[in-house]
């Protein structure tokens, strides 16, 4: 393996249950002003949060929890039926402000090492492409992470999630709503898991509503699973 994190403890973990092996990758930002700022946070047992792996914007690694321990990130979520993300997922934090605080790209080193991060996890543990997800699409109501300005597609590229394309030129759902869910997505508010999906997988068109560009895209995603 060519990646070797520093390794640190935060202390925000518990166990997985029995037999679990898991299925999800989760991809966050930390939305905070400074790398020590998110350090600090995922390392105080006051904030009872955490991730397996954090990235630096210079691509420095940080692991935090053991992957073979239940990390504390996903928060209230639901991903395909399942609402206990932290015990399936592995969950990476990518240094970056946020919607709060000056949102910025992704530098290219963070982005290299992500990517050969993934790449590893995946072969681990042979996570699906369609459970490589952002912290948006399993908590629509309440995450933008990693948000609109995240390269999905090249991730994609490299072997790393789905990217819809071509764009299927029909509008084969029933019910987007429907498929929407059956692609993973919880449907309470529509109009957030739409805006979720477009961070994903229409990052140029992130507007909430559901027109015939993110049917055909739902549609393309539907057949590529
Ligand atoms: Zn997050």
Avoid at 43 to 63: D, T
Avoid at 84 to 99: A, K, Q, R, T, V
Avoid at 131 to 155: C, M, Q, T, Y
């Amino acid at each position: 393996m060519g990646l070797t994190p520093a390794e640190f403890s935060s202390p925000n973990f518990n166990d997985r249950p029995k037999d679990i092996v898991p299925n999800i990758l989760v991809i966050h930002y930390t939305g905070m002003q400074s790398l020590d700022q998110a350090l600090q946070r995922l390392m105080s047992s006051n904030s009872q949060v955490s991730a397996h792996y954090l990235i630096s914007r210079k691509g420095e690694i940080f692991k935090l929890v053991s992957e073979e321990k239940r990390a504390w990130h996903a928060g209230v979520s639901y991903w395909r039926g399942e609402t206990d993300i932290n015990s399936y997922s592995i969950g990476i934090e990518l240094e970056n402000p946020g919607h709060d605080f000056g949102y910025s790209k992704f530098p290219k080193g963070q982005m290299s090492v992500l990517t050969e991060l993934c790449v590893e996890i995946i072969n681990k543990y042979s996570i699906s492409p369609e459970n490589i997800v952002g912290h948006s699409d399993i908590a629509p109501r309440r995450k933008k992470d990693p948000g609109e300005l995240f390269d999905w597609k090249s991730l994609a590229k490299k072997g790393v999630g789905l990217w819809p394309e071509p764009i299927l030129n029909k509008i084969a759902l029933e019910s987007f709503e429907k498929s929407l869910n059956d692609f993973g997505y919880e449907i309470v508010d529509l109009r957030s898991t739409i805006t979720a999906f477009q961070r994903h997988y229409l990052p140029d068109k992130v507007s909430g509503i559901s027109d015939a560009t993110t049917q055909k895209t739902l549609a393309t995603l539907m057949s590529l699973v």
